[in-house]
């Protein structure tokens, strides 16, 4: 479902290495944004749709998981995304919403493409094909040094880990810097904030940097 006229709605996605605290951040920006009437809508990749969310369960908790290749993974990643695009996220932005994806198209390029190794062009044309052209109006990036990130989720409760969430030292570096150099090299649409701080602090940046980009 293409966006085929100006749309007032924002869609602003959260990106960041696993245990670097989007949802905690989401939930209180939506806040925000609540109290000043406008609606909001918060949803999560891959999923935020029934199709999505069994998408999501074949990536995360298949028992077979660990044998899916690189390219699977990203085709199933960019599936459940196509499908929120066109049943959630379109229709919110064209009726005004502000839309908080927990994750959007920029997990991909990193997680798959960088931190899998997979060449940049395909992933960028599938990532297109799968949004066509609904895009982020801000991304913000809630970066933590990785070893803070491995050390947050071995504190989460007692679910077991899945298989995103297995991943080496050496994956998760290379996701942290991933977002970081995407950062740099589009300052127009990305916010970096540091995820070490406390909730309250990082909550007060990202209103205040909200407010100044979306006037």
Same mark, same amino acid.
């Given at each position: 479902?293409?966006?085929?006229?100006?749309?007032?709605?924002?869609?602003?996605?959260?990106?960041?290495?696993?245990?670097?605290?989007?949802?905690?951040?989401?939930?209180?920006?939506?806040?925000?944004?609540?109290?000043?009437?406008?609606?909001?809508?918060?949803?999560?990749?891959? %999923?935020?749709?029934?199709?999505?969310?069994?998408?999501?369960?074949?990536?995360?908790?298949?028992?077979? %998981?660990?044998?899916?290749?690189?390219?699977?993974?990203?085709?199933?990643?960019?599936?459940?995304?196509?499908?929120?695009?066109?049943?959630?996220?379109?229709?919110?932005?064209?009726?005004?919403?502000?839309?908080?994806?927990?994750?959007? #198209?920029?997990?991909?390029?990193?997680?798959? %493409?960088?931190?899998?190794?997979?060449?940049?062009?395909?992933?960028?044309?599938?990532?297109?094909?799968?949004?066509?052209?609904?895009?982020?109006?801000?991304?913000?990036?809630?970066?933590?040094?990785?070893?803070?990130?491995?050390?947050?989720?071995?504190?989460?409760?007692?679910?077991?880990?899945?298989?995103?969430?297995?991943?080496?030292?050496?994956?998760?570096?290379?996701?942290?810097?991933?977002?970081?150099? #995407?950062?740099?090299?589009?300052?127009?649409?990305?916010?970096?904030?540091?995820?070490?701080?406390?909730?309250?602090?990082?909550?007060?940046?990202?209103?205040?940097?909200?407010?100044?980009?979306?006037?």
């Amino acid at each position: 479902m293409p966006l085929k006229q100006k749309a007032s709605g924002k869609l602003i996605s959260f990106e960041g290495s696993e245990g670097s605290g989007k949802s905690t951040q989401i939930a209180r920006l939506a806040a925000h944004f609540q109290k000043t009437h406008r609606e909001v809508l918060t949803t999560r990749e891959p %999923g935020g749709t029934e199709i999505g969310e069994q998408i999501r369960n074949s990536i995360v908790h298949n028992s077979k %998981g660990d044998e899916m290749c690189a390219e699977t993974e990203l085709l199933l990643f960019t599936a459940a995304r196509a499908q929120l695009v066109r049943e959630v996220i379109a229709p919110a932005i064209m009726r005004g919403a502000v839309v908080l994806s927990d994750r959007f #198209l920029d997990s991909s390029t990193v997680y798959q %493409g960088i931190a899998r190794n997979l060449a940049a062009d395909p992933v960028a044309q599938i990532n297109r094909f799968a949004v066509g052209n609904v895009m982020p109006d801000l991304t913000i990036v809630i970066d933590v040094p990785t070893e803070v990130s491995l050390a947050r989720l071995k504190q989460r409760a007692s679910d077991l880990p899945d298989r995103m969430e297995r991943e080496n030292i050496d994956f998760y570096t290379k996701v942290r810097e991933g977002y970081l150099v #995407l950062a740099k090299g589009m300052p127009e649409r990305f916010i970096v904030v540091d995820g070490t701080k406390t909730a309250e602090a990082i909550e007060k940046k990202i209103w205040s940097e909200v407010q100044a980009r979306l006037k």
